[in-house]
């Protein structure tokens, strides 16, 4: 089974702050992705990256930044954390090579993170 | 117009309904079709997918895509409380080496002993 962990299910920190969430899996994945999902507004996609050292940005990703140094491990960077950032994020990965192929995505439990 | 439509609910039924839950899009591009399941401060799993027109049904499960519409459904028979969750759509069309999902803002679902 494909397993998609994030560092933290819970985070607490305050505004201004410098904010790291990690996510790893362990499927040899090459895309990886990271969503916000707030009540109303459905996921919405930050970043995604499909290679190491590769990163595209999604729908919303001002405020944000992403590392890839390994193919495994996938992290959002929030520069100087805000409280509209308060937010469920969930990582999700996929393959090209994968018997669904690359258009299924499988997530982690996410991070709920409250900036104060 | 968004580009994926999906009432979010709450849809509540009580133990046994059929139960069917719609999302509708614009973009004519879109070939693969998804729905995932997630309970209560949980991630997203994936429940069904389909590729292109027509049924797939998996237990209680059924997918259905009518392109034709820009149209899918997924219908649960028999529903239980163990069914009770929210249930998001999502799509993408394949054309390079990889491909990002657009997804409906789900539909919550209560499903009552």
């Known amino acids: 089974d494909v397993k998609v962990t994030q560092s933290s299910r819970y985070l607490v920190k305050r505004t201004g702050e410098k904010v790291f969430l990690e996510c790893v899996q362990d499927?040899?994945?090459?895309?990886m992705f990271w969503y916000r999902q707030d009540p109303g507004l459905g996921l919405r996609l930050i970043y995604f990256s499909y290679d190491v050292k590769m990163k595209e940005k999604g729908d919303i990703p001002e405020g944000y930044s992403v590392s890839r140094e390994k193919k495994e491990r996938f992290s959002l960077i929030l520069e100087s954390a805000s409280t509209n950032q308060t937010s469920m994020y969930l990582c999700?990965?996929?393959?090209?090579?994968?018997?669904?192929?690359?258009?299924?995505?499988?997530f982690g439990p996410g991070t709920r993170l409250l900036v104060l | 117009q968004k580009e994926v439509e999906q009432d979010p609910g709450p849809l509540s039924v009580p133990e046994g309904a059929i139960v069917s839950l719609n999302c509708t899009y614009s973009n004519s591009a879109f070939q693969y079709f998804m729905w995932y399941r997630q309970y209560s401060r949980k991630g997203p799993e994936l429940l069904m997918y389909?590729?292109?027109?027509g049924n797939k049904e998996d237990g209680r499960f059924t997918a259905q895509v009518d392109k034709s519409s820009k149209y899918i459904s997924l219908f649960i028979r028999d529903s239980q409380p163990s069914d009770s969750a929210t249930y998001l759509c999502?799509?993408?069309?394949?054309?390079?080496?990889?491909?990002?999902?657009?997804f409906g803002k789900g539909t919550m679902l209560l499903v009552s002993p």
């Open positions: 999502a799509m993408t069309n394949v054309d390079s080496g990889y491909s990002t999902l657009t």
């Open positions: 999700a990965s996929s393959s090209p090579h994968g018997d669904r192929g690359q258009e299924t995505q499988y």
């Open positions: 499927m040899d994945h090459e895309n």
């Open positions: 389909t590729y292109s027109s």
